[in-house]
Nanobody, 114 residues
Framework: QVQLVESGGGLVQAGGSLRLSCATS????????MAWYRQAAGKQRELVAT???????NYSDSVKGRFTISRDNAKNTVYLQMNSLKFEDTGVYYC????????WGQGTQVTVSS
């Protein structure tokens, strides 16, 4: 059974940083395209960043240059380093495959105060 457990969210002032973690079990992230998504209140979930098995990354225009996705294959964990946070980055952040084939985890709340 695949499990995705996100952590690292919190309340931060605009301009601050957070590092999110996604601990996975039941899958080998080494062979999958992994991604971070986010969902703001009242909005649809959106794709934020992806990382392929060869380490190539891609970002949405809204976070490009501020967020960095990475992966530790030995720990089966995916990370999202978020710098220069903005109010509009507020939301629940989830990890999953890309496309999101497995059940969603509980997510981790990120709140950026302006």
């Amino acid at each position: 059974q695949v499990q995705l457990v996100e952590s690292g969210g919190g309340l931060v002032q605009a301009g601050g940083s957070l590092r999110l973690s996604c601990a996975t079990s039941g899958i080998n992230i080494r062979w999958n395209v992994m991604a971070w998504y986010r969902q703001a209140a009242g909005k649809q979930r959106e794709l934020v960043a992806t990382i392929t098995s060869d380490g190539s990354t891609n970002y949405s225009d809204s976070v490009k240059g501020r967020f960095t996705i990475s992966r530790d294959n030995a720990k089966n964990t995916v990370y999202l380093q978020m710098n220069s946070l903005k109010f509009e980055d507020t939301g629940v952040y989830y990890c999953n495959l890309s496309p999101p084939f497995v059940s969603w985890g509980q997510g981790t709340q990120v709140t950026v105060s302006s």
